[in-house]
T-cell receptor, first 115, second 113 residues
């Protein structure tokens, strides 16, 4: 049971390049989230998916797109990377029912640098 | 109205002391208030959480105090240990079925041995 996994762990991009951050969870959770973490700003929600087949914008969606590929996987895409997107990106998942109701489980993060 | 304001930004405490981190919110639609602990290079992990119908929740050395009328909640770490040195985030969850979380800006705690 790996929990929430993210790939890659580190990435350096040049301005204008595109890439997809991958996230997968093996806990059969319904909801999944993408956050970015910047110094002094906490975690800010980029996009979330309340259930398979649905996605919604969070606080800072501009410059990003997401795909909820299936119940396990939720990817984040940067179509044209900008230096302002340099950040640490965290994926999280959450179940709606059961003993651990309400708790979000976070992945280990992806450190992205855009030059 | 969606913000969660967290203070202090950083905190240094002697071993055995009490660490106190405060958060305040405006949106009365928040229905769940978790605290997360994050060690360097790791993702945040749930530490303790409280619902607004409870004024206090204690788990081991960690206690959340919740003041609904003041829209404030705080984390108290009793008998602080060097292993508690981490960044702590408060958060609030929005109802209406979307289950979005709004995070505070974080407090970097250092416990001196």
């Amino acid at each position: 049971n790996a929990g929430v996994t993210q790939t890659p762990k580190f990435q350096v991009l040049k301005t204008g390049q595109s890439m997809t951050l991958q996230c997968a969870q093996d806990m059969n959770h319904n909801s999944m989230y993408w956050y970015r973490q910047d110094p002094g700003m906490g975690l800010r929600l980029i996009y979330y998916s309340a259930s398979e087949g649905t996605t919604d914008k969070g606080e800072v969606p501009n410059g990003y797109n997401v795909s909820r590929l299936n119940k396990r996987e939720f990817s984040l895409r940067l179509e044209s990377a900008a230096p302002s997107q340099t950040s640490v990106y965290f994926c999280a998942s959450r179940d709606r029912v059961g003993r651990i109701y309400n708790e979000q489980f976070f992945g280990p993060g992806t450190r992205l640098t855009v030059l | 109205q969606q913000q969660v304001k967290q203070s202090p930004q950083s905190l240094i405490v002697q071993k055995g002391g009490i660490s106190i981190i405060n958060c305040a919110y405006e949106n009365t639609a928040f229905d769940y208030f978790p605290w997360y602990q994050q060690f360097p290079g790791k993702g945040p992990a749930l530490l303790i959480a409280i619902r607004p119908d409870v004024s206090e929740k204690k788990e081991g050395r960690f206690t959340i105090s919740f003041n609904k009328s003041a829209k404030q909640f705080s984390l108290h770490i009793m008998d602080s240990q060097p292993g508690d040195s981490a960044t702590y985030f408060c958060a609030a969850r929005i109802t209406s079925g979307t289950y979005k979380y709004i995070f505070g800006t974080g407090t970097r705690l250092k416990v001196l041995a």
